[in-house]
């Protein structure tokens, strides 16, 4: 995994911009702390840094091979086959990286490799002779990539920050993005940067540069299909479909481990990595006096501790369990705002943060088990009949209740901004003509889920485990299970009436049943008296600042309201109630002045 940047312009020579291009790549170091590289010419210019996972001294980026020049932040999954396929085009190679294959893809079969190419990543090609830039991102957008096209500059980055260091972009919000911040975040609308000028690639889009303008182009979209096999014929096909994509996903020059929280998806992948690496390093979190504390509820009804000792037992682990307490966890969160560019998801941030870079100190590479639950149907509001047939974003409700905290001075339709996000997904949703209203509904749930819900995850996963470092694959995310998954009926889904039923049916002899059966958990947050404490100490700090930015955005008796707020009314889902959304505002303030943002109405 790395980090990319870059900028092309047809008005002027770009050389005379060496000195940004090193700005931007600067910003990237902690995603890259390995290498770094620079291609500079009179037309555009591109910036690397390297986490060296695969052939770690000839993988070396900018990489050129005669008129084509490519910076790659990625993994590619199947790059054996691919690179004999492209053998016998003709094409040779030099090294072993992937990053050499996918330049040889586009080399040969220009931006249909993308039909092509199993992985994650986000890359950027310049042909230089037909003075062409082509950047693409992953069919399910688990790496990042922000543009921005103003004053006949067009850059690009991995991350907001690279893009503000390029001096070609300003640290601007307007209207619309306060709407992002108050009524989305931590999620964001999909293309969004939260900043005016900022936009991001898709997940499975690419874009291509010329004289002639920028072109957008969509080469991947979830679609229905009649789905023919039994409940066991899909189990079977599942089990395929997983136990390969995480042992494809164990390939590493670098020191590899496993996420485990001893939930069913990341003690699957450990399992399963078990069996394919001796002495495999797993990675477990928990909080200080956190059995003393926990208080079980629907959506988090136990807590990880004894499921993670059977799981380390039943496949033999060297386990690893970092147990973070709350001032980690506060002092953290501002830390965090510096990883994502943005207001996150608080303490499940900030937690994520300081466990990642505990990994970091065994482990270059970890896989993790997201985005099991979006197209497995994992979560209560999947199953949850009245919350499923509820109008809106199943995790975010409370739009009245956020709206209330914005600043009169803005002129927002909170309502109607959000039902637009809401429609446009459930408008783009695929389905076969003559399927029952629940299929209807769950073709529904998922695209939901997965293009708004997993995208929080996907951002939150990227960016606090790169700002250590450390890269994270995320097996469940591979787009076979993904297309698969999406033509197989809810009834075959929940198997047997459990939710996740058919994974759990599929992989029943990778677990003990302690583990195969126990009820849906979520990443684990802590329930400690003194969290909430000290994010209401904190507060009551801010408030008493009269240069106190988050007041340009945020009505301050709402603030002074949530230090008394008993309700627990969620911001975010399960994760993100009273406590979370003091903290949210605390990083909203850290924000602001992190990035001296500019607010225009």
């Given at each position: 995994?790395?980090?990319?940047?870059?900028?092309?312009?047809?008005?002027?020579?770009?050389?005379?911009?060496?000195?940004?291009?090193?700005?931007?790549?600067?910003?990237?170091?902690?995603?890259?702390?390995?290498?770094?590289?620079?291609?500079?010419?009179?037309?555009?210019?591109?910036?690397?840094?390297?986490?060296?996972?695969?052939?770690?001294?000839?993988?070396?980026?900018?990489?050129?091979?005669?008129?084509?020049?490519?910076?790659?932040?990625?993994?590619?999954?199947?790059?054996?086959?691919?690179?004999?396929?492209?053998?016998?085009?003709?094409?040779?190679?030099?090294?072993?990286?992937?990053?050499?294959?996918?330049?040889?893809?586009?080399?040969?079969?220009?931006?249909?490799?993308?039909?092509?190419?199993?992985?994650?990543?986000?890359?950027?090609?310049?042909?230089?002779?037909?003075?062409?830039?082509?950047?693409?991102?992953?069919?399910?957008?688990?790496?990042?990539?922000?543009?921005?096209?103003?004053?006949?500059?067009?850059?690009?980055?991995?991350?907001?920050?690279?893009?503000?260091?390029?001096?070609?972009?300003?640290?601007?919000?307007?209207?619309?993005?306060?709407?992002?911040?108050?009524?989305?975040?931590?999620?964001?609308?999909?293309?969004?940067?939260?900043?005016?000028?900022?936009?991001?690639?898709?997940?499975?889009?690419?874009?291509?540069?010329?004289?002639?303008?920028?072109?957008?182009?969509?080469?991947?979209?979830?679609?229905?299909?009649?789905?023919?096999?039994?409940?066991?014929?899909?189990?079977?096909?599942?089990?395929?479909?997983?136990t390969d994509s995480i042992k494809r996903q164990l390939v590493s020059d670098v020191p590899i481990g496993t996420f485990l929280s001893g939930g069913l998806d990341s003690s699957i992948i450990s399992s399963v990595a078990s069996r394919e690496i001796n002495n495999l390093k797993t990675f477990s979190v928990t909080y200080k006096d956190q059995k003393e504390h926990f208080k079980a509820g629907k959506f988090q009804p136990t807590t990880d501790d004894d499921y993670i000792g059977i799981?380390?037992?039943?496949?033999?682990?060297?386990?690893?369990?970092?147990?973070?307490?709350?001032?980690?966890?506060?002092?953290?969160?501002?830390?965090?705002?510096?990883?994502?560019?943005?207001?996150?998801?608080?303490?499940?941030?900030?937690?994520?943060?300081?466990?990642?870079?505990?990994?970091?100190?065994?482990?270059?590479?970890?896989?993790?088990?997201?985005?099991?639950?979006?197209?497995?149907?994992?979560?209560?509001?999947?199953?949850?009949?009245?919350?499923?047939?509820?109008?809106?974003?199943?995790?975010?409700?409370?739009?009245?209740?956020?709206?209330?905290?914005?600043?009169?001075?803005?002129?927002?339709?909170?309502?109607?901004?959000?039902?637009?996000?809401?429609?446009?997904?459930?408008?783009?949703?695929?389905?076969?003509?003559?399927?029952?209203?629940?299929?209807?509904?769950?073709?529904?749930?998922?695209?939901?889920?997965?293009?708004?819900?997993?995208?929080?995850?996907?951002?939150?996963?990227?960016?606090?485990?790169?700002?250590?470092?450390?890269?994270?694959?995320?097996?469940?995310?591979?787009?076979?299970?993904?297309?698969?998954?999406?033509?197989?009926?809810?009834?075959?889904?929940?198997?047997?009436?459990?939710?996740?039923?058919?994974?759990?049916?599929?992989?029943?002899?990778?677990?003990?049943?302690?583990?195969?059966?126990?009820?849906?958990?979520?990443?684990?947050?802590?329930?400690?008296?003194?969290?909430?404490?000290?994010?209401?100490?904190?507060?009551?700090?801010?408030?008493?600042?009269?240069?106190?930015?988050?007041?340009?955005?945020?009505?301050?008796?709402?603030?002074?309201?949530?230090?008394t707020d008993d309700s627990l009314t969620p911001w975010y889902g399960q994760l993100m109630t009273t406590p979370q959304t003091m903290a949210y505002m605390l990083q909203l303030e850290c924000f602001l002045r992190l990035y001296n943002v500019q607010i225009i109405n």
């Amino acid at each position: 995994m790395c980090g990319i940047a870059g900028f092309l312009s047809f008005r002027e020579d770009v050389r005379g911009f060496a000195d940004r291009l090193t700005a931007m790549q600067s910003t990237l170091e902690r995603r890259g702390p390995d290498q770094k590289g620079q291609y500079l010419d009179e037309r555009v210019g591109l910036a690397h840094r390297r986490l060296a996972v695969i052939d770690v001294e000839n993988g070396r980026q900018p990489m050129t091979y005669g008129r084509y020049t490519i910076v790659y932040n990625g993994e590619l999954y199947n790059t054996a086959e691919l690179r004999y396929r492209l053998r016998e085009c003709g094409q040779t190679f030099y090294t072993t990286s992937d990053t050499e294959v996918v330049l040889k893809a586009y080399i040969e079969w220009q931006g249909d490799c993308l039909y092509m190419l199993n992985g994650i990543f986000a890359f950027a090609i310049w042909d230089s002779y037909r003075k062409r830039l082509f950047l693409a991102r992953d069919r399910m957008g688990v790496k990042p990539l922000f543009y921005s096209c103003k004053n006949g500059i067009f850059t690009f980055g991995s991350e907001i920050k690279t893009l503000l260091a390029s001096g070609f972009v300003k640290p601007v919000i307007d209207t619309n993005g306060v709407a992002e911040l108050m009524l989305i975040g931590p999620g964001r609308s999909g293309g969004s940067g939260v900043f005016r000028d900022i936009e991001e690639v898709k997940p499975g889009y690419c874009l291509e540069i010329s004289e002639d303008g920028l072109l957008t182009k969509r080469y991947w979209k979830l679609l229905d299909a009649p789905h023919n096999e039994s409940a066991g014929e899909t189990a079977e096909h599942v089990r395929y479909l997983v136990t390969d994509s995480i042992k494809r996903q164990l390939v590493s020059d670098v020191p590899i481990g496993t996420f485990l929280s001893g939930g069913l998806d990341s003690s699957i992948i450990s399992s399963v990595a078990s069996r394919e690496i001796n002495n495999l390093k797993t990675f477990s979190v928990t909080y200080k006096d956190q059995k003393e504390h926990f208080k079980a509820g629907k959506f988090q009804p136990t807590t990880d501790d004894d499921y993670i000792g059977i799981m380390q037992k039943y496949i033999g682990a060297d386990c690893k369990v970092v147990t973070l307490d709350t001032p980690a966890l506060v002092e953290g969160l501002f830390e965090a705002v510096e990883a994502r560019d943005l207001p996150g998801m608080a303490d499940v941030d900030s937690s994520l943060l300081q466990f990642c870079k505990e990994i970091k100190k065994d482990v270059t590479v970890a896989l993790s088990g997201e985005c099991a639950d979006e197209i497995f149907g994992g979560y209560p509001w999947y199953r949850d009949k009245e919350i499923r047939e509820r109008y809106g974003f199943p995790w975010a409700q409370t739009t009245d209740y956020r709206a209330g905290f914005i600043s009169d001075e803005f002129k927002i339709n909170a309502a109607e901004y959000v039902a637009s996000k809401y429609e446009s997904t459930i408008s783009d949703t695929d389905k076969m003509a003559g399927i029952s209203p629940l299929e209807s509904r769950m073709k529904e749930m998922m695209r939901l889920n997965i293009d708004w819900f997993m995208q929080t995850l996907l951002d939150r996963k990227d960016r606090m485990s790169m700002y250590s470092g450390l890269e994270v694959r995320v097996p469940f995310c591979d787009h076979r299970i993904v297309e698969y998954l999406y033509t197989v009926p809810w009834e075959i889904k929940e198997y047997m009436g459990r939710e996740k039923g058919i994974l759990r049916e599929a992989m029943k002899d990778y677990l003990p049943d302690e583990v195969l059966y126990r009820k849906k958990s979520p990443y684990p947050k802590t329930h400690n008296p003194s969290y909430r404490d000290a994010v209401s100490k904190k507060l009551s700090e801010l408030l008493l600042k009269k240069d106190a930015r988050i007041f340009d955005i945020v009505k301050k008796e709402k603030l002074q309201k949530l230090l008394t707020d008993d309700s627990l009314t969620p911001w975010y889902g399960q994760l993100m109630t009273t406590p979370q959304t003091m903290a949210y505002m605390l990083q909203l303030e850290c924000f602001l002045r992190l990035y001296n943002v500019q607010i225009i109405n």
